[in-house]
T-cell receptor, first 113, second 110 residues
Framework: DAGVIQSPRHEVTEMGQEVTLRCKPI?????LFWYRQTMMRGLELLIY????????DSGMPEDRFSAKMPNASFSTLKIQPSEPRDSAVYFC???????????FGAGSRLTVL | GQQVMQIPQYQHVQEGEDFTTYCNSS?????IQWYKQRPGGHPVFLIQ?????EVKKQKRLTFQFGEAKKNSSLHITATQTTDVGTYFC??????????FGDGTTLTVKP
């Protein structure tokens, strides 16, 4: 199994640009989580999906952030427009039904100039 | 969500020394999980504890869950440079929804 696949691994963009981060969960996992990690705030849960349906988006910082899961094998996290304070590592994690252990992807390191 | 206090926040040891990190809660926990994140890496699941007084070992790592299920510890015997990273304890994980605290960041001097 290739694990949770995230892309891009690194992105540098300018303030105001749109950013799209992508995640492919492990095949057969039915829950998907987006986390953000910064030095100041640590590892924060942004949103999670169960069977492609968003269950809890209370961690999404503001309207500039949106996440979708159009099918069981793909999710996106979009920031529009991006701001320097969005610079962070964004992790995607997935989980099979009935389980309680997250498998994380390698993360996408975003730098907004 | 459930909050636990994890101490210390930072620990620097000489290679070969032992290391312990503690998680303390004011309320009884249903379970506790431990993750490790290497510098520049992603969190990796280590173990889940659910039973009162449970002790589990993974090579040089020993995990304990207190009798009252309010605290937990991770002990590493004879640290190696490969042990560097941040160790997180996660309380009351339910269907994967996990709240990560600051963790304990371990550095090991060779």
């Amino acid at each position: 199994d290739a694990g949770v696949i995230q892309s891009p691994r690194h992105e540098v963009t300018e303030m105001g640009q749109e950013v799209t981060l992508r995640c492919k969960p492990i095949s057969g996992h039915n829950s998907l989580f987006w986390y953000r990690q910064t030095m100041m705030r640590g590892l924060e849960l942004l949103i999670y999906f169960n069977n492609n349906v968003p269950i809890d988006d209370s961690g999404m910082p503001e309207d500039r952030f949106s996440a979708k899961m159009p099918n069981a094998s793909f999710s996106t996290l979009k920031i529009q427009p991006s701001e320097p304070r969005d610079s962070a590592v964004y992790f995607c994690a997935s989980l099979p039904a009935g389980a309680n252990v997250l498998t994380f992807g390698a993360g996408s390191r975003l730098t907004v100039l | 969500g459930q909050q636990v206090m994890q101490i210390p926040q930072y620990q620097h040891v000489q290679e070969g020394e032992d290391f312990t990190t503690y998680c303390n809660s004011s309320t009884t926990l249903s379970n506790i999980q431990w993750y490790k994140q290497r510098p520049g890496g992603h969190p990796v699941f280590l173990i889940q504890l659910v039973k009162s007084g449970e002790v589990k070992k993974q090579k040089r790592l020993t995990f304990q869950f207190g009798e009252a299920k309010k605290n937990s510890s991770l002990h590493i015997t004879a640290t190696q440079t490969t042990d560097v990273g941040t160790y997180f304890c996660i309380p009351n994980t339910n269907a994967g929804k996990s709240t990560f605290g600051d963790g304990t960041t371990l550095t090991v001097k060779p």
